[in-house]
């Protein structure tokens, strides 16, 4: 098992910056990949970005690129999702994931997620 909290989330202006962090604590000797999701209000939950373990290889939908990077430090059994030049249709609560292709950068096959933590974007 994985346990994993995000925290960072809150309220900017258009335009701003966020960093989410998301801790994992557990079975961290595990090789995982990790991702961030969103979920706005009324929709489905999204994938944003993805990273392998080794850091080596990222994915974004391509919403994001550009603005948006991942990055983890294993030592500190955490990954980053820096978010720049926000906008209001960023506006979700953004999920963690663990995930265990852990070679690679996926968008789906995770088994692992956190609560969440909500991102507002005003106009």
């Known amino acids: 098992q994985v346990q994993l909290v995000e925290s960072g989330g809150g309220l900017v202006q258009a335009g701003g910056s966020l960093r989410l962090s998301c801790a994992a604590s557990?079975?961290?000797?595990?090789?995982?990949?990790m991702g961030w999701f969103r979920q706005a209000s009324g929709k489905e939950r999204e994938f944003v970005a993805a990273?392998?373990?080794?850091?080596?290889?990222?994915s974004y939908v391509d919403s994001v690129k550009g603005r948006f990077t991942i990055t983890r430090d294993n030592a500190k059994n955490t990954v980053y999702l820096q978010m720049n030049s926000l906008k209001p249709q960023d506006t979700a609560v953004y999920y963690c994931?663990?995930?265990?292709?852990?070679?690679?950068?996926?968008?789906?096959?995770?088994?692992?997620w956190g609560q969440g933590t909500q991102v507002t974007v005003s106009s």
């Open positions: 557990g079975r961290t000797y595990n090789r995982y990949a």
């Open positions: 990273i392998s373990w080794s850091g080596g290889t990222t």
């Open positions: 994931a663990a995930g265990s292709r852990w070679n690679q950068a996926p968008s789906e096959g995770y088994g692992y």
